[in-house]
């Protein structure tokens, strides 16, 4: 038996890379925190939308993974929001431990790069 499709509606509002892939940033649900940037096709966001758990496609591996089933590090869906052009989701969760691979609280803790900042305020 076949699993159900993306909603269409939902389907044809999104805009794919040439991988069939749209970026999928996750934040905390309760403090705005960038967690991870995850991708997914259609079948990864039917099953985030349906089950209430993050589903995304490995690149590496070429496959689906739900984040937690193997770490433990959980991530429960409480909403999904997609970007005014399509090419973005937002998907907004409960974390229960760490976001990262590595270990970390967030994919992103620790490896801020220097960059030039202006004390500027900018022009309106």
């Known amino acids: ?7 269409p509606d939902i389907a044809a509002r999104l805009r794919r890379t040439g ?10 649900h309760d403090t705005g ?9 259609d079948e990864a966001l039917r099953r985030t939308l ?6 995304y ?16 590090h959980v991530q ?3 909403g999904v929001s997609l970007d005014c052009d399509g090419d973005a989701l937002l998907v907004r969760v409960e974390q229960i431990g760490p976001a990262c691979h590595t270990g970390t609280r967030t994919c992103f803790t620790g490896r801020e790069l220097p960059a030039e900042t202006s004390l500027q305020e900018p022009s309106t």
Do not use: F, H
Request: hydrophobic share 40%; proline share 2%.
């Open 1 to 7: 038996m076949n699993a159900p499709a993306l909603d």
């Open 57 to 72: 496609w490995s690149r590496s591996r070429q496959e689906y993974w739900r984040k937690g089933d193997t770490s433990g």
């Open 33 to 41: 925190e960038v967690l991870m940037l995850g991708w997914m096709d």
């Open 76 to 78: 429960y869906v409480r």
């Open 19 to 28: 991988d069939g892939l749209v970026a999928a940033i996750v934040q905390q």
């Open 50 to 55: 349906t089950t209430g758990r993050a589903t």
